[in-house]
């Protein structure tokens, strides 16, 4: 906390800034006040040890006397925000890590985001790809925004501290957002336990573990009823004991809902579906607009792959 409040130079978190922020904001600043030194330590440990391997660009200069900390995830509460402020707080061999993000990290079968952080001098940095962080004591909420490759002259100006602008891909995050709100409505259509998902700009594809044939058409028109009955789609949250009792949630067998965090969220589509889910959704059905289903085959003997696609 001494390293973020002592820069004083107005680009960076004021001392006493933490008073005034949000109760979640405080809470992260707390937690980092109980580990810092060790995150530190192990943030400059990887990524001295790594980075001039990698690149020119010298990770240990560029976080000099900042601190490793959670990732506040904006897209948890609207998933309709595109850009936000925010402050680099690491630059590692993985990309660029900050305090808050409109980012959507690799998760729950959904693609990662992409797009651009721009920095006070107007530089733009492409971010090709966002992916969960890995750095001891990280939760799924920290992500790391992966540069396009060729940036190296950018990348080296980048410091821990620097305030940028970080922008998504709207078009792109906008197809996953449909597709992935399409696969809760899957769910509701052919009722089998989820043995695998990958939501892409391009596609959704779904495993369901079942010996039961599915008729495309009948598929297709059920779909087709859900989308244009346009239902409400919204988070809840629950507490973790609450979602231990219900385990009947759970549609999917490789991914199980993050415990231990204190909560665990909740996707809602009105008399539709309900399951845990991290990932981003349109509001109502009816934004999914058309759709068809690219592809049915049988994968294995106990599972039958669909591969749905907007229309
Ligand atoms: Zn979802």
Redesign the pocket.
Known sequence: MAALHGLGDGRHRPAGAAARTPAGFLLRYRRLDAQPSRLNRLLLYRASRRSFAASSVDYRQANRGYEVMSTRALFHEDAYQTRCDATITAIDEAGIHLDQTVFYPLG?G?AGDAGTLTLADGTVIAIADTRKAKFEGATPDDAVHVPAPGQEDALAKLKAGHRVSAEIDWERRYRHMRL??A??LICAVLPYPVDGCSITMDYARLDLATVEPIEREDVETKLRELIGGSHDVRTEWITDDEMAARPELVRTMSVKPPMGLGRVRL?RIENVDL?P?????VRNTGEIGGLRIAKLEKKSARTRRLVLELA
């Open positions: 729950g959904q992935h709100t696969s809760h996707l399951q889910c991290g990932g981003t959704h």
